[in-house]
């Protein structure tokens, strides 16, 4: 089973940039499909973004076009880069990773494997 590792949150003012990143080890990256997903205090933890073996990609509504998940397969690393951030994107980012590529993307159960988070933190 792969393990993740997240880095790259922060503090931001609105309207400013981020990269996440999520380095795997201890499986064959590629044949995974890769996940994001966030949390904000008092709140479920939330689908943002999926890229697939293929590189398909799919978002959230509240992060399409600002947002953009992105692969390299020779670094065994996923990531997330993040403009134009608003406060409503605080929370604490997590990186996911399927075995089976499954359709239901959106659904955090669906994944096998989780990084411990990385907090972004978007002021006013």
């Known amino acids: 089973q792969v393990q993740l590792v997240e880095s790259g949150g922060g503090l931001v003012q609105a309207g400013g940039s981020l990269r996440l990143s999520c380095a795997a080890s201890g499986g064959t990256f590629s044949s995974y499909a890769m996940g994001w997903f966030r949390q904000a205090p008092g709140k479920e933890r939330e689908f943002v973004a999926t890229?697939?073996?293929?590189?398909?990609?799919y978002y959230t509504d509240s992060v399409q076009g600002r947002f953009t998940i992105s692969r390299d397969n020779a670094k065994n690393t996923v990531y997330l880069q993040m403009n134009s951030l608003k406060p409503e994107d605080t929370a604490v980012y997590y990186c996911a990773a399927d075995r089976f590529e499954r359709s239901t993307y959106k659904l955090a159960y669906q994944y096998d494997s989780w990084g411990q988070g990385t907090q972004v933190t978007v002021s006013s």
């Open positions: 890229i697939r073996r293929t590189g398909y990609t």
